[in-house]
């Protein structure tokens, strides 16, 4: 009779170490799963919130231009500014002499009358989120 007892016990404790097991690994699985379900809702709060805006072909475009112009101020009526905002152009050129018509000055006059040509140039355009740069052919 005392082997069939053994038995019986040793049997009794398999299952308890088969159901207790199930047991944690069930559990695992649905913490492991909320888990993921606020991770993943977390990801999409922010992913969405992050997402940078593709720029269309003629943006990316635009900006890889640089253009030059005549003149030493600008207005909002100004062709220069004009075509920046509409072309997204993502920079000017100025230029102390024009060489078609062999004459002075085409943008630069002075160090001073410069840098307000090139801050009126930033005020007047429409959008920001371009990095522009101004570039300077001689300045003396």
Request: glycine content about 4%; charged content about 25%.
């Amino acid at each position: 009779m005392k082997p069939k007892r053994c038995l019986i016990f040793l049997l009794f404790l398999l299952l308890c170490a088969v159901l207790f097991l199930i047991f944690i690994f069930s559990s695992c699985k649905k913490e492991k799963a909320a888990y993921t379900t606020q991770a993943e809702a977390s990801i999409e709060e922010t992913s969405t919130a992050q997402i940078p805006v593709t720029p269309t072909l003629d943006k990316m475009i635009g900006e890889m231009i640089i253009l030059g112009f005549r003149g030493t101020e600008v207005s909002d009526s100004s062709k220069i500014v004009k075509d920046i905002n509409k072309y997204y152009i993502g920079g000017i050129i100025l230029f102390n002499y024009d060489v078609p018509s062999k004459s002075f000055p085409r943008n630069i006059v002075d160090p001073k009358q410069t840098k307000k040509l090139i801050e009126d140039i930033k005020n007047l355009i429409c959008f920001s989120s371009i990095k522009r740069s101004a570039v300077i052919d001689r300045f003396f």
